[in-house]
T-cell receptor
Framework: AQTVTQSQPEMSVQEAETVTLSCTYD???????LFWYKQPPSRQMILVIRQEAYKQQNATENRFSVNFQKAAKSFSLKISDSQLGDAAMYFCAYRNTGNQFYFGTGTSLTVIP | NAGVTQTPKFRVLKTGQSMTLLCAQD?????MYWYRQDPGMGLRLIHY???????AKGEVPDGYNVSRLKKQNFLLGLESAAPSQTSVYFC????????????FGPGTRLTVL
């Protein structure tokens, strides 16, 4: 069974600084997809970034980028130039080819003005 | 274009009562999903559907039933609610392939007394 682990329940970052959220996963599959979702207090889940396992190049979306280490089964999220609106719960998620999704337990990010 | 909507937003049930949660999407998505989110845990997939008239079990399907009679609607039923089903329920949809982005609804907070 696939598992997703986020070892940092809480993180904080100074506004305009950079923060990295960690995620590791366990799988025996070679083809899969990884995602980072943001959940603000409104509870709506918002996709931040996604990565296909077969792609070696790390995905980037504006201030958000990932460090995907397939051999180490690691998928960290880097947020650059942090803004107050980045404060939220962040979830790492794994999706296999069988269309099953597995989420981590989340990291609560606080942005300090 | 309302995206993904969920009805109701809040509900309180007594043990043994039944209810149905409705998820609707107006994006012509093929895939729809039901998740539950519990404190200290990530989202867990209950059931999903890859098209009208089809459903499949996710990670935690026990105690729930689903139906997808229309492409735009995905119903989650609790036949005999239990306190362990107290949770926040999220519906999501995606276009077709597993690389497509999941769009989430705003969630339903269910309390079973």
């Amino acid at each position: 069974a696939q598992t997703v682990t986020q070892s940092q329940p809480e993180m904080s970052v100074q506004e305009a600084e950079t923060v990295t959220l960690s995620c590791t996963y366990d799988t025996s599959e070679s083809d899969y997809y990884l995602f980072w979702y943001k959940q603000p207090p409104s509870r709506q889940m918002i996709l931040v970034i996604r990565q296909e396992a077969y792609k070696q190049q790390n995905a980037t979306e504006n201030r958000f980028s990932v460090n995907f280490q397939k051999a180490a089964k690691s998928f960290s999220l880097k947020i650059s130039d942090s803004q107050l609106g980045d404060a939220a719960m962040y979830f790492c998620a794994y999706r296999n080819t069988g269309n099953q999704f597995y989420f981590g337990t989340g990291t609560s990010l606080t942005v300090i003005p | 274009n309302a995206g993904v909507t969920q009805t109701p937003k809040f509900r309180v049930l007594k043990t043994g009562q039944s209810m149905t949660l409705l998820c609707a999407q107006d994006m012509n998505h093929e895939y729809m999903y039901w998740y539950r989110q519990d404190p200290g845990m990530g989202l867990r997939l209950i059931h999903y559907s890859v098209g009208e008239g089809t459903t499949a079990k996710g990670e935690v399907p026990d105690g729930y039933n689903v139906s997808r009679l229309k492409k735009q609607n995905f119903l989650l039923g609790l036949e005999s609610a239990a306190p362990s089903q107290t949770s926040v329920y999220f519906c999501a949809s995606s276009y077709r392939t597993i690389t497509d982005t999941q769009y989430f609804g705003p969630g339903t907070r269910l309390t079973v007394l």
